[in-house]
């Protein structure tokens, strides 16, 4: 080690390059094929090259604080719904996380139908919601009975294969919540991409829980139903301050359909730092006195979807929206969890969900495009990549870029 | 991971049996034996003790806590369970392995942090962060990324409540399990058994007699109560020993586990008395020097 780090594997001794996926903050993503498949059915993968601290960087600098998380997470865990991790490969100041392939992923299956394959724009069939649902429930719950929380839920990071399982991916924001050394507010000041961001993040709490990750599930629930997200506000920027702005565009989003939270359903309300905020939010807007109300935002979204009304098999219908409301609960203390959330009459009532989300369903999605313009993971590193934002685990969680991916 | 320390890797990869552990070590030994030969390194255990040492001194100013100073511990004992030692600037392998611990452990040092206060504990020869960030890659690469630590303290604090035991007894075990970082039992056992030895341990020697430093003579009479529990029931012990006593024997706690941990443990306090710095640091910086393994 001492005459420098000797590589045990390669990555292109192990994988061809297929296509580029997509880039983000934390590195580009890349189609593989395995060069002496093993087992002989897996055969696809995506490969994730952490960037290096510093464009260019041609010194060791020291790993991030994200990647060594992602790296240590993503070697420890194993469920059918979590993504599964194939092996990391350490190769000369460049990290390869290699992960099994999933050819579709919720944010582009939510785009096909938006588009409309064919005729314009449909609704996601209820099935598949309940049994995206579902598995994401489970794969949380195993996340949250490790003390895993995984802090950045939205479409883009749940991954679906072509056989429809649903699996959880990118753990870059995972941390373990036990017990932390630090309070979670130290180490990374601004988690979760804004519009799936649970109103305790908003007004500033310090001390969050995993039930952070069940309001985003809540968005993710609303977004598959209606098609658009929910919560849709702009990210408040920081203004070169080291301090965090409210995010006061995206809590009177909230509040427009949810109505303004009060102390008497969320008795710790009054606590949270940034308190003070809210009633300067509610001055002069009138929505903010007669908001639209969670129920009417579901009921017209059943209709405009075309979801048949009352209770069946083919509709979310009214078991659809208690626990919808459960999960936008304000308070984190009684919002549902991942465990009591996949006991709700919801997946209990007109059969139980199918392992299988595209069972029954008709709709061919669209494979994963890939691009051929970069295919050296070695070297690969196109325009548009360079780091934007700050170092990991300094005061912003994700730059706005990530925001749009969402 | 934390709740399921018997699905982690730790539990799956890297606990051994004693034989199992043995071997992996000749093994090593054999693949360098020229290096080994020409270079006596200390006791294993008065090694442990130096590394402590010298991991403490550079966590103490930067105000890094124990669990990532233990973490730090655990992984250098799994490098040198790969790597011969020889082969390494253990300076090195100590600076780094605390930079990783603290980011595992949620207490980030940035590296130019750690790379000044190694320089200072022991005016080293690398003087450039890459040195840390490629050790960092070796690292890793040899624990196969497997960085989550279980440790005993958790369940040290669950066994705290259920059997109330005192603020001082409460501390000697804390401080037993500081001290089994310098054996192997981190290798050998899973933390909860480490955890109720140290407890026991603690409760047994009453912590009011010559305050926290344990001694080998009163391990050894911990060890005849634990006799007593492997046979099934014991008397004439004191009531809260006694209690002890009886809930491991109707336990699924594997008792000759705890008798095992406790044996290690004697014998460290025993080897202890025999502990010099400066052989372990000349030992070290002979085959560090002659080999260049600090350039």
């Not at chain 2, 026991?200 to 430093?213: D, E, Y």
């Not at chain 2, 941990?261 to 002979?286: F, M």
């Amino acid at each position: 080690m001492f005459t420098g780090y000797n590589t045990k594997k390669r990555v292109n001794e192990r994988y061809k390059i297929i296509g580029f996926i997509s880039s983000g903050t934390y590195g580009r993503v890349y189609k593989a094929e395995s060069r002496n498949a093993n087992p002989p059915s897996m055969k696809l993968f995506a490969i994730k090259k952490f960037k290096p601290d510093k464009e260019g960087e041609l010194q060791y600098s020291g790993i991030s604080q994200s990647a060594i998380r992602e790296m240590a997470l993503c070697t420890e865990l194993a469920h059918p719904n979590v993504v599964h991790t194939v092996e990391i490969i350490l190769e000369e100041k460049c990290i390869f996380i290699v992960f099994e392939y999933a050819e579709h992923d919720l944010l582009q299956i939510i785009h096909h139908h938006n588009t409309g394959g064919q005729g314009g724009r449909q609704a996601i069939p209820a099935k598949t919601i309940k049994s995206i649902l579902w598995q994401l429930l489970q794969g949380l719950v195993y996340l949250h009975r490790n003390w895993v929380m995984h802090r950045d839920l939205k479409p883009a990071n749940i991954m679906v294969t072509s056989s429809g399982k649903v699996k959880i991916g990118d753990l870059g924001l995972a941390r373990l919540f036990y017990k932390p050394l630090q309070t979670l507010f130290s180490g990374d000041k601004v988690v979760v991409t804004i519009w799936y961001r649970a109103p305790e993040l908003l007004l500033g709490s310090r001390h969050y829980t995993p039930a952070v990750d069940l309001w985003a599930v809540g968005c993710i629930f609303a977004e598959l139903l209606s098609l658009r997200p929910i919560f849709k506000g702009e990210e408040a920027k920081m203004d070169g301050k080291k301090t965090v702005p409210f995010q006061r565009n995206q809590m009177q989003k909230i509040v427009e359909i949810m109505g303004m939270p009060s102390k008497e359903r969320w008795p710790l309300l009054a606590a949270m730092p940034e308190y003070a905020q809210l009633s300067s939010l509610a001055a002069g807007n009138a929505r903010f006195h007669r908001p639209q109300g969670l129920e009417n935002w579901y009921q017209g979204c059943l209709k405009n979807n075309q979801y048949p009304p009352g209770s069946g098999p083919d509709t979310p219908g009214p078991e659809g929206f208690d626990l919808l409301q459960q999960l936008l609960e304000y308070d984190p203390q009684k919002r549902l969890t991942a465990e009591k959330a996949l006991l709700h009459p919801y997946f209990t009532s007109h059969g139980k969900p199918g392992e299988n989300c595209f069972e029954e369903s008709k709709i061919k999605y669209p494979i994963r495009r890939v691009s051929q313009e970069d295919n050296d993971i070695r070297t690969g590193s196109l325009p548009g990549t360079k780091r934007s934002g700050l170092p990991d685990d300094s005061l912003i969680g994700r730059p706005a870029k990530r925001l749009k991916e969402g | 991971m934390a709740s399921s320390y018997w699905e982690s890797t730790q539990k799956k990869f890297w606990t051994f049996t004693k034989p199992q552990l043995a071997l992996e070590r000749k093994r090593l030994e054999d693949s360098e034996r020229n290096l080994v030969n020409m270079y006596p390194v200390p006791d294993r255990r008065h090694l442990s003790i130096y590394f402590y040492h010298q991991l403490s001194k550079m966590a103490r100013p930067l105000g890094v806590r124990q669990q990532a100073l233990a973490t730090a511990q655990v992984y250098v004992r799994r490098f040198y369970v790969k790597v011969e030692i020889r082969r390494t600037n253990p300076a090195l392998v100590l600076a780094t392995a605390l930079y990783l611990a603290c980011k595992m452990e949620e207490c980030p040092q940035h590296i130019r942090m750690i790379l000044a206060e190694a320089r200072h504990c022991w005016d080293t020869a690398f003087n450039d962060i890459s040195k840390i960030g490629e050790c960092e890659f070796t690292l890793i690469s040899e624990m196969n990324s497997q960085l989550i630590i279980h440790h005993p303290y958790r369940s040290l604090a669950e066994l705290q409540s259920q059997f109330q035991l005192t603020q001082e007894e409460n501390s000697l075990a804390w401080s037993i399990i500081n001290d089994h970082y310098l054996t192997e039992l981190p290798l050998l056992h899973a933390p909860h058994v480490i955890a109720i030895t140290a407890m026991f341990l603690a409760v047994v020697l009453k912590p009011t007699q010559g305050g926290l430093q344990v001694h080998a003579a009163g391990v050894a009479s911990a060890l005849q109560a634990l006799g007593n529990a492997r046979g099934g029931a014991g008397q004439g012990t004191q009531n809260r020993v006694q209690k002890l006593v009886d809930w491991l024997a109707e336990s699924t706690v594997d008792i000759e586990a705890v008798v095992e941990c406790t044996q290690e443990l004697i014998s460290l306090y025993e080897i202890w008395d025999s502990y010099a710095e400066k052989t372990c640091k000349d030992q070290i910086a002979k085959f560090v020097k002659a080999r260049g393994l600090d350039k």
